[in-house]
């Protein structure tokens, strides 16, 4: 077999933009060069009026198996995570079972390479069953790849447990991530606390429940010195506080989903299901703060939270269903279209800045230079494209941007030196 | 708080979707039912036919019981499913069961749910009208079409409730009543002010900050008694203090009960008002026959009028209101 000729775009990583082509044998970037001629065998992708650039990373998805592989499993959604260009994916832990024993964790990433469309990088839980009362085997997991924990879904409410936890896993050279939700503050919540939940009349979940975690972690962080991620951050006053917590020096950092800088609170006036999300849409001047707590670096990350359910299960009223919405496919294209940011600032918040975080940045996110692993995203950042949810790689259909127009989408994606997506259509 | 916009008259979800005209229509039509409501034989073939399915999702005895009566004065067929909750969560999701009994040929659908929103969700799911008969804390569109018929009957305001000051006291937060009411008073030109302890109001109205509600809102209900032409008092349930939103029924009924010494604070043709049930002894202290201005019964009475006129206007088209016969 011959060798990958990615040919005719803009090379876009750590060092700039240029033109260029890049030629990739056996797993690993071989040569990038203006013009570089293919040879008997090559496989050409057309990268013209394309963007080629360190594979995407995401922090955040729920790819669900194992225990809801009717929402999603590890293979669809790793087909979703490659049509969105992403070469690797942190699979949020709130599987059944839950990632806190090394079995599941290698069961997780066994599914992923199984299925050869990205990395799945299993992340650990903080607590056994995310019950949030007795720590995971912390070093077990760490010896077996671990690097993020996380009991996603659940914030760790007890402040002793959480500072226990981060002394415990400061030797392990592991980062913890937390979900912010102060849960006596959002008992029975259903969206986002505020003019548009008192008019329809549902129990609302304040922006205060984020804030009080937040601001509690950055505290245990100064006094531990353990690096914390922050996921999903959604609302203007969080942002304000890591943005303090990183210029006093503190090692955290943040992801930001685009469905809160693209969506706001009055989306749920007709009660759609579809919108509802942990934590949920917010208002306004919370989807600035995103965009310009992005834009200066306090927020680190684009992760998705990709969250799929099935469709019966947003068939229900507005305080039964689930929260959650896919993210994966559409990540692209709604950071084009949302953020006021130069293009080489989005893609380092979708790839070599998450792959930091994630632990992996010694194989993705890296420079487009000869002898790096081949994990690589060609997107076309102008094509406008409309959302179909029948279109979609996803299980499930629970996008909450159907008919929306979006701009920039991913033409293709080469992991681990395989094109596993090329012209837009995922190849396994 | 949204305006109205244009009414497609298929659906009554909620007041915001009526503009004060829409509102007047109805209230007219109700008086031709409150008409035929003191028939001897109380009942026209309007909606001969037509099949009104109740989809109570949660116990109602009362509401139910007036729109099926309503339904049945105008010779439509009725039939009542209860789901329970529980059925729901053995699997069924709310759109299998809405299509399922849609599919048995259904006019309109009449809707009582616990979860804000449920019956617009219906919507989707059927060509069939849907009727909103309470939602979570959301609406209730046709009490506050019976409240505004009360008053205007009550207080002989056929030409609107301008100048007129309704005071709704208590749970306002978790009241579909109160959020039905409110919309429907001040689209009728009334002044409304909403009494409450601020863990009862809603979260916007209950700290600082901008608001868009039409109303003024007060924490003592003396100072206004003296002031205002209905007292609308709402039922304030127990388990409040649970969520520590009161600390006592108690300190919540010697606050904002109706007593007979609050009761002597109002102007003489002032009506009270409540939606049911009454809490006796914490609301409603005083005994409610002994106030000349109680309007509670009536409220009632008017409510099955009322449902009347929503039915035939979703349902009623090409037919009229004469009884069998003439």
């Known amino acids: 077999m011959g060798r990958l000729l990615i040919t005719g775009g803009t090379l876009l990583d750590q060092s700039g933009e240029r033109r260029g082509d890049v030629a990739v044998d056996s797993g690993r970037i071989v040569e990038v060069g203006p013009a570089l001629p293919p040879v008997a065998d090559d496989i050409v992708l057309d990268a013209r009026g394309c963007v080629v650039s360190p594979g995407f990373v995401d922090l955040h998805v729920h790819l669900r198996e194992p225990g809801r592989e009717e929402a999603e499993t590890i293979e669809t959604g790793s087909r979703a995570a490659a049509l969105g260009g992403f070469t690797a994916v942190v699979a949020m832990p709130n599987t059944d079972p839950a990632h806190d024993s090394v079995s599941v964790v290698e069961f997780v990433r066994a599914q992923g390479r199984r299925a050869g469309l990205c990395e799945v990088l299993p992340a650990g839980c903080i607590t056994l069953g995310r019950h949030g009362e007795q720590l995971a085997p912390f070093r077990e997991l760490a010896d077996a790849g671990v690097t993020l924990f996380t009991d996603d879904g659940n914030g760790v409410q007890d402040a002793a447990l959480m500072r226990h936890a981060l002394e415990y896993a400061g030797p392990l050279g592991v980062t913890l991530a937390q979900h912010c939700e102060t849960v006596s503050l959002t008992g029975g919540a259903v969206m986002h606390e505020g003019a548009c939940c008192s008019r329809l009349g549902v129990p609302g979940w304040p922006a205060l429940a984020e804030v009080l975690m937040v601001f509690r972690d950055i505290e245990l962080v100064r006094l531990t010195g353990v690096p914390m991620h922050f996921l999903h951050l959604s609302t203007a006053r969080s942002i304000e506080l890591v943005r303090a917590a990183k210029a006093d020096g503190l090692a955290v950092t943040a992801e930001a989903a685009p469905h809160h800088f693209s969506l706001t609170d009055e989306s749920l006036a007709g009660f759609d299901p579809v919108f509802k999300v942990n934590p949920p849409l917010r208002e306004a001047a919370d989807m600035a703060a995103i965009k310009a707590g992005l834009a200066d670096g306090t927020i680190d990350a684009i992760a998705t939270d990709h969250a799929p359910h099935a469709p019966h299960t947003k068939e229900l009223p507005l305080d039964q269903a689930p929260p959650g919405m896919l993210g994966l496919e559409t990540a692209l294209g709604l950071s084009l279209v949302e953020l006021d940011m130069p293009l080489a600032d989005i893609v380092a918040a979708l790839s070599w800045k998450p792959a930091a975080i994630a632990g992996v940045a010694d194989r993705h996110g890296r420079p487009l230079v000869p002898g790096e692993p081949a994990n690589i995203t060609v997107f076309d950042p102008q094509v406008e494209w409309q959302v179909a949810p029948g279109a979609l790689a996803s299980k499930s259909r629970n996008t909450p941007y159907v008919g929306r127009v979006l701009r920039g989408r991913v033409r293709h994606t080469v992991y681990a030196g395989s094109p596993v997506v090329v012209d837009g259509v995922a190849r396994r | ?326």
Not at chain 2, 86 to 112: C, H, P, Q, Y
Not at chain 2, 139 to 167: E, N, S, W
Not at chain 2, 168 to 194: C, E, M, N, P, Y
Request: glycine content about 6%.
């Open chain 2, 1 to 326: 708080m949204s305006a109205a916009t244009t009414w497609d008259r298929r659906h009554l979800l909620s007041i915001a979707d009526l503009s004060a005209a829409d509102i007047h229509g109805l209230l007219e039509l109700t008086d031709h039912m409150v008409e035929i409501n003191a028939r001897p034989i109380p009942k026209v073939p309007a909606l001969r036919g037509k099949n009104v399915v109740s989809l109570f999702f949660e116990d109602s005895t009362r509401t139910r019981t007036s729109f099926d009566t309503a339904a049945k004065r105008l010779s439509a067929d009725t039939t009542t499913f209860a789901v329970s909750a529980s059925s729901v969560n053995k699997g069924e999701s709310l759109r299998d069961t809405v299509e399922t009994i849609a599919a048995m040929g259904v006019d309109a659908f009449v809707v009582r749910h616990k979860s804000s929103g449920t019956p617009e969700l219906i919507t989707r799911w059927t060509t069939a009208s849907v009727v909103n008969a309470g939602d979570g804390w959301h609406q209730h569109p046709t009490q506050a079409l019976l409240d505004c018929y009360t008053i205007r009957a009550g207080l002989d305001r056929r030409d609107g409730f301008d100048g007129l000051h309704i005071a709704i006291v208590g749970d306002i937060k978790h009241s579909r009543v109160a959020r039905s009411d409110l919309q429907a008073f001040t689209a009728l030109g009334a002044t409304v002010t909403l009494v409450a302890p601020p863990t009862l109001l809603p979260p916007v109205l209950a700290n600082p900050g901008h608001h868009d509600w039409p109303v003024a809102v007060a924490h003592d209900l003396d100072p206004l008694l003296p002031e205002i032409d209905v007292l609308y008092l709402l039922r304030v349930q127990r388990e409040r203090m649970d969520d520590a939103l009161l600390p006592s029924l108690l300190e919540y009924s010697a606050h904002y009960g109706l007593t007979t010494a609050r009761a002597a604070l109002l102007p003489p043709h002032a009506l009270v008002m409540h939606p049911g049930p009454m809490n006796r002894g914490v609301e409603m202290i005083v005994d409610p026959a002994e106030l000349p201005g109680s309007r509670i019964l009536h409220q009632v009475a008017n409510g099955v009028a009322v449902r009347m006129a929503v039915l035939f206007t979703l349902l009623g088209s090409g037919s009229d209101l004469r009884g069998e016969g003439t």
